[in-house]
């Protein structure tokens, strides 16, 4: 099993639409869970970062967390073309390293 | 946001050369840096992990002689690839911890390095 899985995608959403993106990981002492956003040949850039059970909204992106499921996901509201990315889901146990998922591709049509 | 710089951006040698990359915080002091490594279509594999002062730590399966890691200090860390080969060509990214490691500590991400082995 791996620590931290999310589906490669692509995930297709037409423009305007909410695109959701899933992340499953199997450390239940995982505290810190973030989402970046890497587009191609180039470097990660975080999204959003969440620690509680809930929701965390900034702008168009809401963060959802539920440890008891060991479930994160993050949703795009208004969906548009420069959304497209592959999305890391990143998990983090105390003060140490940070375990990646593959990413999903997002791909968001016009 | 916190600001990480890395140096070159590309980069093409020669199978057996050595290639160094700088990586530094611009804003802040990291106490903490980290090397990863990227493969096409794959996803961040951390490599070793740089503290400031002393040796770096490095994954399982990373050859510590040859991706030499220096945290020289609070702001600037550099990897050695050294004697380099075809199949060390890679995207290279370092990130910073921004403060002393507790859970809510964000890594920013620098730009990275290509480097191609001919």
């Known amino acids: 099993q791996k620590e931290v899985e999310q589906n490669s995608g692509p995930l297709s959403v037409p423009e305007g639409a909410i695109a959701s993106l899933n992340c499953t990981y199997s450390?239940?002492?995982?505290?810190?869970f973030f989402w970046y956003r890497q587009y191609s040949g180039k470097s990660p850039e975080l999204i959003m970062s969440?620690?509680?059970?809930g929701d965390k909204e900034d702008g168009r992106f809401t963060a959802q967390l539920n440890k008891a499921s060991q479930y994160v996901s993050l949703l795009i509201r208004d969906s548009q073309p420069s959304d497209s990315a592959t999305y890391l889901c990143a998990v983090k146990r105390g003060g140490n390293k940070l375990t990646f998922g593959t990413g999903t591709q997002l791909k968001v049509e016009l | 946001g916190a600001v990480v710089s890395q140096h070159p951006s590309r980069v093409i040698c020669k199978s057996g050369t050595s290639v160094k990359i700088e990586c530094r915080s611009l804003d802040f002091q990291a106490t903490t840096m980290f090397w990863y490594r990227q493969f096409p279509k794959q996803s961040l594999m951390l490599m070793a992990t740089?503290?400031?002062?002393?040796?770096?730590?490095?994954e399982q399966g990373v050859e510590k002689d040859k991706f030499l890691i220096n945290h020289a200090s609070l702001t600037l860390s550099t990897l050695t690839v050294t004697s380099a080969h075809p199949e060390d060509s890679s995207f290279y990214i370092c990130?910073?911890?921004?403060?002393?490691?507790?859970?809510?500590?964000?890594?920013?991400f620098g730009p990275g390095t290509r480097l191609t082995v001919l």
């Open positions: 969440i620690y509680s059970n």
């Open positions: 740089s503290n400031e002062g002393s040796k770096a730590t490095y």
């Open positions: 990130s910073a911890r921004e403060s002393s490691g507790g859970a809510t500590d964000t890594q920013y």
């Open positions: 450390d239940r002492g995982s505290q810190s």
